[in-house]
């Protein structure tokens, strides 16, 4: 596992973490170093601990074994309020009780900040405000939560966590059961918080061109251990995709970013590279699949040096 | 909000009044002003009827309707369930076994030791809810199947017990169960007013705590809730407002389901406005179904127990079938 930079702010680790849900053990012995002031992508298949590594780092799961440590403390014996100071966390697909408006839940976001009877004051106004004009939702804040889009309630909840105004953000799935134009704007949403705001932020997503689009680092999970860590051009290999999802996969360039995209050839077959060479060349034959035809010199598993600095083979052909 | 809790206001005056002049003997308006105004002035029975008789039961009404109604805002909070109430917390059902068991078993013992006892059982009854629903922690489903499960266990106990017991002191405890004010003196108005105080004060000061326990234990704890003490520090608080509100009139129920429900018509989800405004609520239906008990087949007498059952049952299908749509 790469190291990344690490200075002096506030540091999310986690150290020889296991995890289990009653019996069932997920995690064994995890260590995790979270980079600061950068945009961590938590990726993996289903069942690889993603969700349950983010809750435990939130403090929402206590470990079995090991430690999170917050500022190189262990965050089990910081107070609950405190830690959500520092650290604020969406979990997957929130309930809110019924009847609650945009500006109702995104209160919510300012408990940790007040005593237990302390009053509203005007710093929690403003926390509100601004969390509220950074995603956009101020027009829609009287609105109730029920009558909103799956991208709009999202939002609201994106807003409820900012308005925390934690310096480290961890979402689980942020971007599942939006539409293209919704996910594109969550994801720039993290960006913008990660490179103007300086917050940290770990995402747990699935989509793996977006997340190494996205994201500063990259964390591919496998059976609750790291297969790979790093930039995402360090971590999306050929090697690692077949390792970690079975799959056989090209490794692009992104033509617009320049980051790795992944693109998937076979599924649930034994992946083999020469599998995938195979097909490709039977639909070169045929000609029936024009994608495919263009792809095969851009596959990095016959790139010897391993970068992704492959040009899309369209631009040889035409 | 203000117009609508003076609204509320006027309402109960309105009942007070009500309930002050009508029943068996019906006190004209200007002979009622006079005996709240000067006594002194006012007729030796009249102000036997208005000021010994009625008030202390419009006002014991008024206090149990009130506990009935926060316990039930506390309940549906804490459980997530609109359809939760007091009773959920197996407090009615500890209550009536407590009650039963101090009947058949002790045929001597004194009434006056039947809230006492009934309390009692409230409370053992939540706090073994509350035990045997930890598993490294409490989830409300748990607290409301565990619940469930334990009441009708009491309640067949309840049943049991009644075959054993003495016909007239079965009948006794029957009609204490039925749940009613008739028997309301100013030491017991006084005595529950008292008891009530406290947790009532708690109950609305911890609004933003039941504000954010609504959502799912993982939003909740996230935001630095700490759920679990606060699932127990409110079941506490249910219990100690139910639970007096039970000892001093028997079950009264539905109250504490519906009045959170028009409440919050009333005034949104929020419980600074919700806890008050529930109470008015709350303690108006209990008025009123005592009033009306008591005079619409005078000169028998209905418990307001039963009226509230006869009001509520129809609601709870009301609320069932707006909710047809709503998963789960």
């Known amino acids: ?318 | 909000m203000k117009p609508i809790v003076a609204a509320l206001l006027v309402a109960l005056a309105g009942l007070s009044a009500a309930s002050l002049a009508l029943g068996d003997v019906t006190i004209p308006a200007d002979e009622l002003v006079l005996a709240i105004v000067n006594p002194a002035a006012a007729a030796q029975d009249t102000l036997m009827i208005v000021l010994e008789l009625r008030l202390p039961r419009a006002l014991l009404a008024l206090l149990v309707g009130m506990a009935l109604a926060v316990a039930g805002t506390i309940a549906q909070a804490v459980m997530r369930n609109p359809l939760a109430e007091p009773g959920i917390l197996g407090i009615n059902a500890g209550a009536a076994l407590a009650a039963m068991l101090l009947i058949v078993a002790l045929p001597g013992a004194s009434p006056a030791l039947l809230p006492w006892a009934s309390f009692a059982g409230a409370g053992a009854m939540a706090a073994a809810i509350y035990a045997l629903s930890w598993r490294g922690g409490t989830s409300s489903l748990r607290i409301i199947l565990i619940g469930i499960g334990l009441s009708s266990l009491a309640g067949a106990a309840t049943t049991l017990l009644t075959a054993f017991g003495e016909i007239r002191d079965v009948q006794r405890a029957m009609i204490w169960l039925a749940g009613s004010v008739y028997d309301a003196d100013w030491r017991k108005v006084r005595l529950l007013a008292l008891w009530l105080s406290g947790p009532l004060v708690l109950a609305w000061l911890g609004a933003r705590e039941l504000d954010l326990v609504r959502f799912d234990d993982d939003t909740a704890r996230g935001l630095g809730q700490r759920v679990d003490l606060l699932r127990a520090l409110t079941i506490l608080l249910c219990t100690l407002i139910s639970g007096a509100a039970v000892a001093a009139a028997g079950l009264i129920g539905f109250v504490g389901l519906i009045a959170p429900h028009l409440a919050r018509r009333l005034v949104g989800p929020a419980h600074s406005r919700l806890m008050p405004v529930a109470a008015l609520t709350g303690g108006a239906l209990v008025m009123a179904a005592d009033l009306l008990g008591r005079t619409v087949i005078a000169p028998a007498q209905l418990p307001a127990g039963l009226v509230t059952a006869l009001i509520g049952a129809p609601f709870l299908g009301y609320l069932l079938w707006g909710r047809r749509h709503v998963p789960a």
Not at chain 1, 39 to 49: E, Y
Not at chain 1, 114 to 133: K, N
Not at chain 1, 134 to 148: F, I, K, N, Q, Y
Not at chain 1, 304 to 313: I, L
Request: charged share 25%.
């Open chain 1, 1 to 318: 596992m790469s190291r990344p930079d690490s200075n002096d702010r506030a540091t999310l680790a986690a150290e020889r973490l296991s995890l289990a849900y009653g019996r069932v053990s997920i995690v064994d012995s995890l260590d995790l170093i979270v980079p600061d002031r950068a945009f961590t992508a938590l990726v993996g298949p289903n069942g690889s601990g993603k969700s349950t590594i983010l809750r435990a780092l939130a403090g929402l799961l206590a470990p079995r074994d090991g430690t999170i440590l917050l500022d190189g403390r262990s965050i089990a014996r910081l107070p609950a309020k405190e830690m959500a100071r520092r650290v604020g966390v969406l979990s997957q697909g929130p309930g809110a009780p019924e009847g609650l408006t945009v500006l109702d839940l995104v209160r919510q976001g300012r408990y940790p900040h007040r005593s237990l009877f302390g009053r509203w004051s005007q710093a929690d106004e403003d926390a509100c405000a601004r969390a509220l004009w950074l995603t956009g939702m101020d027009a829609l804040c009287e609105r109730p939560l029920d009558s909103l889009s799956g991208g709009q309630r999202q939002r609201a909840w994106i807003t409820m966590a900012l308005a925390q105004e934690t310096d480290i953000l961890l979402l689980d799935e942020p971007t599942t059961f939006l539409d293209l134009a919704h996910q594109i704007e969550v994801m720039e949403l993290i960006a913008a918080l990660v490179g103007d705001r300086g917050k940290t932020v770990v995402a747990v997503l699935h989509d793996l061109n977006q997340a190494a689009r996205y994201a500063d680092h990259m964390v591919l999970l496998k059976a609750g251990r790291v297969a790979a860590a790093g930039r995402p051009d360090e971590v999306m290999t050929v090697e690692s995709i077949d390792e970690v999802f079975g799959v056989t996969a090209c490794i692009m360039s992104d033509p617009v970013t320049g980051t790795p995209m992944c693109i998937p050839l076979t599924r649930g077959r034994p992946a083999t590279h020469s599998r995938g060479d195979a097909l490709l060349r039977e639909g070169n034959e045929s000609g029936h699949s024009r994608s495919l035809r263009l792809q095969p010199q851009s596959c990095l598993g016959r790139n010897p040096d391993g970068k992704t600095e492959v040009k899309p083979a369209a631009e040889k052909q035409t």
